[in-house]
């Protein structure tokens, strides 16, 4: 698709998104650093084993938040595998189970500041560090 200043469809132009747009090439795939609020296409060559371990589904990021943890609660589960992060990025929560009801149904990590949570998108892991 071609998104070049003012060659976008008219369903994105009307449709009242508030953001911007980006699609990849078949041989290439999206990598997103929510820290840096950067995304870029980057070709599959460039580690075919990392690659297609990377994209494990649809991901959503959230309008950013400011205030404490009652004001930006890091949300409610919604489906097994999905993992939330706060939004100030010191707490995750991963539901590993498929009883949403079961408040046990999950694992939780938090990073004390000034350390936060890392996800490791291509080994499914997370840490906490600077």
Do not use: S
């Amino acid at each position: 698709m071609d998104f070049t200043v003012g060659n976008f469809p008219e369903d994105v132009v009307n449709g009242g998104f508030d953001g911007c747009v980006k699609e990849c090439r078949e041989d290439e795939v999206l990598i997103v650093d929510p820290r840096l609020g950067d995304w870029e296409c980057v070709p599959k060559v460039v580690n075919a084993t990392f690659l297609n371990e990377v994209c494990p589904g649809k991901f959503n990021t959230e309008c950013a938040c400011t205030g404490g943890e009652a004001e930006c609660p890091i949300g409610e589960r919604e489906c097994q595998d999905q993992l939330r992060v706060a939004h100030d990025c010191h707490d995750a929560r991963y539901c590993n189970g498929t009883d949403l009801t079961n408040p046990n149904d999950h694992l939780d990590i938090n990073c004390p500041a000034p350390n936060i949570v890392y996800v490791n998108m291509a080994t499914h892991t997370w840490e906490c560090g600077p």
